[in-house]
């Protein structure tokens, strides 16, 4: 079994929140990447911070709440130095 990555940055993506619907334009909400550990589904979940806190997300396909979030890759734009 390969060694457990740390939890990776999650992602942003602007949206509205209308209840339970999202569309893209309004406020910057974290997107977290996870994968069930029973059925090995990966997924994507918009949460606040402090829904992110406090629990874990249920599995869209089988319902499970035995998830671990993935590791996200990223990269750092920097200034350009003369």
């Not at 589904?41 to 319902?63: A, I, M, Q, W």
Request: net charge positive; charged share 25%; glycine share 6%.
């Amino acid at each position: 079994m390969p060694p457990r990555q740390p939890p990776g940055l999650p992602r942003y993506r602007q949206e509205y929140n209308f209840g339970n619907a999202f569309s893209t334009g309004g406020v910057l909400m974290p997107v977290y990447d996870y994968v069930c550990l029973d059925c090995h589904k990966s997924f994507e979940t918009v949460r606040t911070l402090n829904e992110h806190d406090k629990e874990n997300p249920k599995c869209p396909k089988c319902g499970s709440k035995n998830v671990e979030q993935e590791a996200a890759a990223f990269f750092a734009v920097t200034s350009k130095k003369s």
